[in-house]
T-cell receptor
C-alpha cells in the first residue's frame, strides 16, 4: 500500500515569487508520481508526472517537480507564480511497473496555493 | 476528444433516497475509475473498470454502492438509501491502453444529502 503526505495544507505567496509545494510518499514497491491541480468546483487537471528516467520533470504552466528516491519526495516548484495559479494542488502516487493495483491513484490531502497581488 | 463528462454536475437529495450518476469517458479509453472527494481531502479510490469488467473495489464501497459499465463505454454509480455521510464530490477518470498511467478526470458530480 502507498501513502502520500503533503506537508503544507496552505501556502500563501505573493505574485512573481517562487513557490515550492512539498510532497512525501511511502511505498514498499516502485511508484509513479503525479501532481494534479484542482480549480474550484472543477475536476483535476494533470500538471506533470514521473514514470521513469530523468528525475526532474517539467509540466504545464511552468511547473516542475523533482523525484528524490532516497528522501521519498516529489516536491513541486515554480520560479514565478501568477494570480491564476491560485488553486488546490494534489500529489498522487500509483504502483510502478509490474504493479497489480491497476493504476489506481492514492492522493495526498492537498495544498491550497493562494497567490496575492 | 471532448474529455471525460459527468452528469449531473450537482445533485441534492434527501436522506434515504437513491441516486445515480453517469460518467462518459474519453472515447476509446478502456480503463475507468471512480473516486470520492470529501471537503478538505484528496480524492479516494472507489472502484475500477477495464472495459466492462469491474476489477477492483475499495472497502469504502459499501453494499449501498454499485457501479456498472455494461458495454465498456459509459459507467454509472448508484447509491441506495443515501446517508448524510455520502455527501461528497464523485469524480470519474479514464485512461487509455496506450497511456494507462495517465488518468484524465471529469468535472465531478457534487452530491448533497439533506
Amino acid at each position: 500500500a502507498q501513502s502520500v503526505t503533503q506537508l503544507d495544507s496552505q501556502v500563501p505567496v505573493f505574485e512573481e515569487a517562487p513557490v515550492e509545494l512539498r510532497c512525501n510518499y511511502s511505498s514498499s514497491v516502485s511508484v509513479y508520481l503525479f501532481w494534479y491541480v484542482q480549480y474550484p468546483n472543477q475536476g483535476l487537471q494533470l500538471l506533470l508526472k514521473y514514470l521513469s528516467g530523468s528525475t526532474l520533470v517539467k509540466g504545464i504552466n511552468g511547473f516542475e517537480a523533482e523525484f528524490n528516491k532516497s528522501q521519498t519526495s516529489f516536491h513541486l516548484r515554480k520560479p514565478s507564480v501568477h494570480i491564476s495559479d491560485t488553486a488546490e494542488y494534489f500529489c498522487a502516487v500509483s504502483e510502478g511497473a509490474g504493479g497489480t493495483s491497476y493504476g489506481k491513484l492514492t492522493f495526498g490531502q492537498g495544498t491550497i496555493l493562494t497567490v496575492h497581488p | 476528444d471532448t474529455g471525460v463528462s459527468q452528469d449531473p454536475r450537482h445533485k441534492i437529495t434527501k436522506r434515504g433516497q437513491n441516486v445515480t450518476f453517469r460518467c462518459d469517458p474519453i472515447s476509446e479509453h478502456n480503463r475507468l475509475y471512480w473516486y470520492r472527494q470529501t471537503l478538505g481531502q484528496g480524492p479516494e479510490f472507489l472502484t475500477y473498470f477495464q472495459n466492462e469488467a469491474q476489477l477492483e473495489k475499495s472497502r469504502l464501497l459499501s453494499d449501498r454502492f454499485s457501479a456498472e459499465r455494461p458495454k465498456g463505454s459509459f459507467s454509472t454509480l448508484e447509491i441506495q438509501r443515501t446517508e448524510q455521510g455520502d455527501s461528497a464530490m464523485y469524480l470519474c477518470a479514464s485512461s487509455s491502453r496506450g497511456n494507462r498511467n495517465t488518468q484524465y478526470f471529469g468535472p465531478g458530480t457534487r452530491l448533497t444529502v439533506l
